[in-house]
């Protein structure tokens, strides 16, 4: 078999087999398969698409680069929530908690942010103390006792992908379905989880701004993990607008905390409501979505879910205290107000933009190797459909170096779009895709 005759039937618009997917993953991952050549293929993807065995097989011969890990020792089912990427999105941090006191089992690696989009394990850094490396042992632990643990991708899984999104991330071949979905599932299905709910996001601040193309991405997601063994279902969520209020790490811990207390954005609770909800329904910990809708109002009503997150916060060494007293979470020096020159009403907040001006005040990473400031970011005011009038704050901005001020001030007044007449609020959730 030769590399070449593989990328030439693919940029044809012929179907691979399995033989063939296999020898370039595991050739490319043992650095036998030049970048060259993987980036050309990964471009004849991107132009000619994969069929759903084709991504199957992709993700297969992926998840086989690597090490895999086995959650078996956990009694019961163990379940994981993924998104694939958006702006604000502080939903771990609420519902790992609230899945665990509701019964459920939830063994989770998450992820640091990187270009527009934020990372789970940074907003968790940001109370002081957290670790997010535990040794396997240490996790498995946690996950028994406590019912959570959120750690960072350790051993070595999926190495083809690590590799491979490196290759696309600059080869303009990140937006395509099949690599997508053979990225996104080959991780969720290494680390083990025997149930997996997704959040494909939907919209300018997303990977797929298009809603129909969300669909068929959920689709693929969906079919790959019943066909490798794992109960998926997705659901297909706006990116119209960044989630919740907050953007940046504490801040956004302080959002999770406010909405473990029964208040918080109205979007964040009902986006958590909806994950969790079919979360517990795989966990088997309820019947119905409608069920588990009610034992999470539940939770969050009594405060259950905050102690829970505390208990998650002391069992990998963070301080519990942060989570009551803000003063003890990373803080800005500065609040800087950002007026809104017009009246009218809120259409849009472009989440890319959003996303990228809070990266520039150094709440993400511009490269993978950028210290994150951990008390930076920006709080909306003012989110679609709100009416705003001339001069009133659309976003406060927590700054600690005054340096790109202007220009973040700038992205943020232009991430608004404003109607001059009332705008109907769009869905929040489009819909869900894998469940009978
Ligand atoms: N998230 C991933 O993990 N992989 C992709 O390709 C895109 C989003
Ligand atoms: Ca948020």
Request: glycine share 10%; charged share 20%.
């Amino acid at each position: 078999m030769r590399a070449y005759d593989i990328i030439r039937k693919k940029r044809d618009g012929k179907i691979l087999n399995a033989e063939e997917i296999n020898y370039l993953i595991q050739g490319f991952t043992r650095g036998e398969v030049p970048d060259y050549q993987m980036a050309a293929w990964a471009m004849a993807v991107c132009c000619r698409g994969m069929d759903p065995v084709e991504t199957v097989n992709l993700t297969r011969s992926m998840v086989a680069s690597g090490e895999t890990i086995d959650l078996s020792a956990i009694p019961g089912i163990k379940v994981d929530k993924h998104s694939t990427g958006g702006v604000g999105d502080t939903t771990t941090l609420v519902l790992a908690p609230l899945i665990a006191a509701a019964g459920g089992r939830m063994a989770k690696m998450s992820g640091r942010g990187l270009g527009h989009t934020g990372g789970t394990l940074d907003k968790f850094e940001a109370i002081p103390g957290f670790q997010v490396t535990l040794t396997r042992d240490e996790f498995t632990e946690t996950v028994q006792r406590v019912g959570a643990a959120v750690v960072g991708q350790s051993g070595n899984l999926v190495p083809a992908d690590k590799q491979l999104y490196a290759l696309r991330d600059v080869t303009a071949t990140v937006e395509s379905i099949p690599l997508i979905a053979s990225s996104v599932m080959s991780k969720k299905i290494a680390a083990g989880a025997d149930a997996i709910v997704l959040d494909v996001k939907a919209g300018q601040g997303a990977f797929v701004k298009d809603v129909d193309q969300a669909f068929a991405l959920a689709h693929i997601l969906v079919e790959i993990g019943k066909q490798m063994g794992r109960e998926t279902v997705a659901l297909v969520t706006s990116m119209h607008q960044p989630l919740g209020k907050a953007i940046g790490n504490a801040l956004e811990v302080m959002e999770a905390v406010e909405t473990l207390r029964g208040a918080g954005p109205a979007d964040l609770r009902e986006l958590c409501l909806a994950l969790g909800a079919l979360l517990l329904v795989l966990s088997k910990v309820v019947q119905t979505e409608a069920e588990g809708r009610s034992r999470l109002e539940q939770l969050l009503g009594s405060g259950a879910g905050l102690t829970k997150l505390q208990e998650m916060v002391k069992a990998q060494k963070g301080n519990p205290q942060a989570l009551e007293d803000w003063s003890l979470l990373p803080q800005a020096q500065k609040v800087v107000m950002v007026r809104s020159p017009l009246s009218g009403y809120v259409q849009e907040i472009k989440a890319e933009e959003m996303g990228f001006a809070s990266t520039l005040l150094g709440a993400g990473r511009e490269t993978k190797d950028s210290v994150v400031d951990l008390a930076v970011g920006i709080v909306l005011n003012k989110k679609v459909g709100d009416p705003v009038e001339a001069g009133e704050p659309l976003a406060f901005l927590h700054v600690n170096h005054p340096g790109r001020l202007e220009i973040v001030q700038q992205k943020v007044q232009s991430a608004f779009q404003l109607a001059r007449e009332p705008v109907p609020v769009p869905p929040l959730i489009y819909g869900i895709v894998g469940i009978n």
